[in-house]
């Protein structure tokens, strides 16, 4: 089984992997750990650790909390192997080996959030253009300009994304990312669900600046098409928490979207296990997820293709299928709509493992758009979270984190949702639909006072 062991080395060896200058090696870290198949490929990662404002629970998602990379609190990742029939003996001894193991937790295969069914599409991006308020919003200076979002998939084609809306697209090849498994240009891969992203989060914030990471086109153990692998999306935090803080404080923005997700327990340790991931806030993509946001970047999931009516093959959790960092309190997790307000059927429902009102807030999907899929639409929640994420880039143009936390937009986005119901709250739907206009009327009203 593929694992990522967490450990607690000497100050100094924290400091050089937390320090985005320098570069520590596996060996630095971690040398010699019995019945352990090292993986030397991945660049050791430092894992921040939660601090509660108060005594109490440190991994309770319900209270004030401070993620902290001193040398004192944080730890390292390595990833590697152990032989499923030694698992059990391997786990029991290795913090006996070596006390400076904190824990070995489950790498589980993650996938993109495609769709299922052939039902044709719903309209085309232009009427997901004007039920956005795209015309609206670039005329309040809200176009993303000078906002990066961040796009964790299969790679972008920039030339595709740009013939497609018939603008030019600014890509930020010099803070985009490639796992060491996958080799590429930034903007340059092939045109996939990647690029069906970018293109439905430009809709909305045509002047925001990409950054490709292909997290998706990792392939140790995948099994899929697009199937990454979850320590590679650790990775990739860690280096965006470096392009984030690289910004200066009082403009710093980085919007993070996130079309993919673990579809099956068989990657995971079971539920109660100290290495669990689906429902373990101390998992270590978990802690950085929300190390991330405390920083001021806007992270979004995608809610996840295991809706009842309609469920993804892939789907095996028996209940519950919102699950890890996609149910993370700190980040806001995307159901779809059609463009006629119906919600899709294959859109994941709550409640979700980590934080039980999920998903957030729904954002519109299954239309004609970045033609990937020709003849078919832009669909499943890979595309209504991308659409979400044009949204918050574009209000980050004029509001960045100093001026409007992540957890004050999240709310923003949560109040002025449009609940055709007229409920508060549902698993269906969450808080509702996506309201672009209440949200600039808020933001109005909030610079008026």
């Known amino acids: 089984m593929r694992v990522m062991i967490q450990l607690r080395p000497s100050y100094d060896v924290v400091a050089a992997v937390a320090d985005p200058r320098l570069t520590a090696t596996t060996a630095d870290v971690a040398d010699r750990l019995p019945g352990v198949v090292l993986d030397d490929s991945f660049t050791p990662v430092a894992v921040p650790q939660p601090v509660p404002s108060h005594e109490g629970d440190p991994l309770s998602l319900r209270q004030p909390i401070t993620y902290s990379l001193a040398g004192e609190h944080a730890s390292v ?16 001894l290795l913090p006996m080996v070596r006390r400076d193991v904190v824990g070995v937790f489950a790498d589980p295969v993650i996938e993109a959030s495609l769709t299922c069914g052939g039902d044709p599409a719903v309209g085309d991006w232009r009427d997901v253009a004007r039920l956005m308020r795209a015309d609206e919003l670039q005329r309040a200076g809200l176009d993303g300009t000078g906002v990066a979002l961040a796009v964790l998939d299969s790679g972008v084609n920039a030339a595709h994304v740009a013939e497609r809306l018939g603008r030019l697209v600014t890509l930020d090849v010099q803070r ?4 060491a498994t996958v080799d590429g240009r930034a903007g340059e891969f092939e045109v996939d669900h990647g690029t069906m992203c970018a293109f439905d989060a430009l809709i909305t914030s045509p002047g925001a600046s990409l950054i490709d990471i292909p997290l998706l086109l990792s392939r140790a153990q995948g099994t899929t098409v697009l199937g990454g692998v979850l320590s590679d999306a650790v990775a990739a935090f860690a280096h965006l928490r470096t392009v984030l803080l690289a910004q200066p404080a009082d403009r710093r923005s980085l919007v993070v979207t996130n079309s993919w997700g673990s579809f099956s327990p068989r990657w995971d340790f079971p539920v109660g296990h100290p290495g669990n991931y689906s429902d373990n806030p101390a998992h270590p993509f978990n802690l950085i997820v929300a190390s991330l946001e405390q920083e001021g970047a806007d992270i979004l999931f995608a809610a996840g293709n295991c809706g009842n009516e309609c469920a993804d093959g892939r789907c095996a959790f028996p209940n519950r299928p919102i699950v890890g960092a996609n149910s993370h309190s700190r980040v806001l997790t995307i159901g779809g709509v059609d463009t006629r307000a119906r919600r899709v059927g294959y859109s994941s429902q709550g409640p979700g493992r980590l934080t039980a009102r999920k998903p957030d807030i729904c954002a519109y999907t299954h239309f004609k758009g970045s033609g990937v899929y020709d003849p078919g639409p832009d669909s499943g ?16 143009t004029q509001w960045p984190a100093s001026r409007l936390s992540p957890a004050e937009l999240r709310t923003l986005l949560r109040r002025t949702a449009d609940h055709p119901r007229g409920a508060d709250f549902d698993h269906d739907l969450g808080y509702g639909i996506v309201d672009p ?3 600039l009327t808020t933001l109005r009203r909030r610079q008026a006072a």
């Open 437 to 439: 206009a209440a949200v």
């Open 77 to 92: 990742m390595v990833r590697g192997e152990i032989a499923d029939d030694e698992l059990t003996a391997r786990l029991s």
């Open 176 to 179: 985009s990312w490639n796992p």
């Open 381 to 396: 929640t890979s595309a209504a979270c991308p659409v979400a994420a044009g949204l918050v880039a574009a209000i980050r």
